[in-house]
């Protein structure tokens, strides 16, 4: 099952690479405190680990934290995005975008279909989302 808890809602996760997780917060202007680098990257074991969650201690700007998405959509850099339970990783961590492959879902299924179908209601969402990000807009003007 997704996790939730009461109000608090999820946690959302962006994990990538550091050196484009860095320059997307720069760029955004999150606080650089923001960014976490797990020992497994350092080590280059997992050399894309690292990642940003919102809303944290040291990121409570939703809106910086879909501007640092939008960075990496609008430049096609490869991320995940996760949401997890505001208890930690123990307690759930679903990986909500990109889609796991259908192998994986057919077994969720099996195992648990009403999951199944939230994990897949929340794709839709996210991949609508995405999609409107990553839509040029309308050149905007008198920003300088």
């Known amino acids: 099952m997704i996790p939730t808890q009461g109000g608090s809602g999820l946690i959302w996760r962006i994990q990538a690479a550091p050196r484009d997780l860095a320059r997307g917060i720069a760029e955004c202007e999150l606080p650089a405190n923001c960014l976490v680098i797990p020992d497994a990257t350092w080590q280059g074991m997992v050399p894309d680990a690292a990642y ?3 809303p944290t201690y040291f990121l409570e700007d939703k809106a910086g934290f879909v501007a640092l998405l939008a960075c990496f959509v609008v430049n096609s850099l490869r991320f995940r995005l996760y949401a997890r339970a505001p208890q930690g990783e123990a307690q759930g961590l679903l990986m909500a975008y990109p889609r796991l ?4 879902m057919d077994m969720l299924r099996h195992f648990d ?3 199944a179908q939230q994990i897949n209601q929340l794709w839709l ?10 839509l040029p807009g309308p050149p905007e003007t008198g920003l300088l």
């Not at 492959?101 to 994986?104: F, I, N």
């Not at 609508?128 to 990000?133: P, V």
């Open 101 to 104: 492959d259908d192998a994986t």
């Open 52 to 54: 940003v969650e919102c």
């Open 113 to 115: 279909p009403r999951s």
């Open 125 to 134: 969402r996210l991949e609508a989302f995405l999609g409107r990000i990553a």
